[in-house]
């Protein structure tokens, strides 16, 4: 098993910055790939960024160049460092661990961008 909990979600103007994280526990030794989703309101849940154990990194058109997402395996902790945001980024933000085949998934966190 393992917990994914996030944090940092919030209220920010366009243009400002947030950063998630993601703190893991449980069988943290398990886990491959780690990445980042949202959903809006009345839409999918999409990938945001994603990073495997070894760093490499992949990022959703959307967010090239304003996003970063990060990884502290010593303290099992993945972060998402959000630049110019805009009121699209709006959404629920997920934490996402990959364990073999499995997938576990955080609460979410909420971030909202105003205009």
């Known amino acids: 098993q393992v917990q994914l909990v996030e944090s940092g979600g919030g209220l920010v103007q366009a243009g400002g910055s947030l950063k998630l994280s993601c703190a893991a526990s449980?069988?943290?030794?398990?886990?491959?790939?780690m990445g980042w989703y949202r959903q809006a309101p009345g839409k999918q849940r999409e990938l945001v960024a994603d990073?495997?154990?070894?760093?490499?990194?992949n990022y959703a058109d959307s967010v090239k160049g304003r996003f970063a997402i990060s990884r502290n395996n010593a303290k099992n902790i993945m972060y998402l460092q959000m630049n110019s945001l805009k009121p699209e980024d709006t959404a629920v933000y997920y934490c996402?661990?990959?364990?073999?085949?499995?997938?576990?998934w955080g609460q979410g966190t909420q971030v909202t961008v105003s205009s």
């Open positions: 449980g069988m943290i030794f398990s886990i491959n790939d």
């Open positions: 996402n661990a990959g364990v073999g085949t499995y997938r576990y």
């Open positions: 990073i495997t154990s070894g760093g490499s990194t």
